[in-house]
């Protein structure tokens, strides 16, 4: 079965370090991979996707993640934390069934606090 | 302003009594989907829909109904609601095609309690 782990519930960071939040996946096919960001009292907003190509993905807010195919992971990072990346984030994974667009599957989140 | 619209954003309510939790959105999507996020379990798909008067089972169907007469909405439907059923509600869309990496646009969310 397709599967999306989120191991950390938090990730505590104080602002101006790097921070990195861990995803790992378990799907037979070929994975599309996508973190989100949910902030208080919002909707979940898309901050980047892998599909193919470079391992090193860039996304929004200065995020990036790097997905890594023997270790099934695809973890977010940022080189500096800022105190507003405190959220909620989401990994999820897309895997396609023949001819039909695939559902997403989210990991659990991780609540990611910076402290100034 | 592309967006998913879900309304109400709060609602209380008491077991058995009907209610429609509605989400439309304005980016001609195909896909639609419902799913409710609880404390611990992340989120959880309720249903889906690949277009108009297509709608399929998520993981989490049981308790609820929805519909898809029009592209632009995909009202979430409770016929007899449940404590169990309180959550946090969020309708989201994408376009649908062969390439799989449209990303989902969220609505804000709808926080039902049932009483």
């Known amino acids: 079965a397709q599967s999306v782990a989120q191991p950390e519930d938090q990730v505590n960071v104080a602002e101006g370090n790097p921070l990195t939040v861990k995803c790992t996946y378990s799907?037979?096919?070929?994975?599309?991979l996508f973190w989100y960001v949910q902030y208080p009292n919002r909707g979940l907003q898309f901050l980047l996707k892998?599909?193919?190509?470079?391992?090193l993905v860039k996304g929004s807010y200065g995020f990036e993640a790097e997905f890594n195919k023997s270790q099934t992971s695809f973890h977010l990072k940022k080189p500096s934390a800022l105190v507003s990346d405190s959220a909620l984030y989401f990994c999820?994974?897309?895997?396609?069934?023949?001819?039909?667009?695939?559902?997403?599957?989210f990991g659990k989140g991780t609540k990611l606090s910076v402290k100034p | 302003e592309a967006q998913v619209t879900q309304n109400p954003r709060y609602l209380i309510t008491v077991t058995g009594k009907k209610l429609t939790v509605t989400c439309s959105q304005n980016?001609?999507?195909?896909?639609m989907s419902w799913y409710r996020q609880d404390p611990g379990l992340g989120l959880r798909q309720i249903y889906y829909?690949?277009?108009?008067?297509?709608?399929d089972k998520g993981d989490v169907p049981e308790g609820y109904k929805v519909s898809r007469k029009e592209k632009r909405n995909f009202p979430l439907i409770l016929e007899s609601p449940s404590p169990n059923q309180t959550s946090l509600y969020f309708c989201?869309?994408?376009?649908?095609?062969?390439?799989?990496?449209?990303?989902?646009?969220f609505g804000n969310g709808t926080r039902l309690t049932v009483t």
């Open positions: 999820a994974v897309r895997v396609h069934y023949g001819g039909s667009q695939g559902n997403l599957i």
């Open positions: 892998y599909i193919t190509g470079d391992n």
């Open positions: 829909s690949m277009n108009v008067e297509v709608t």
């Open positions: 989201a869309s994408s376009l649908l095609g062969h390439s799989y990496n449209s990303p989902l646009h």
């Open positions: 799907v037979s096919g070929n994975p599309y």
């Open positions: 980016m001609n999507h195909e896909y």
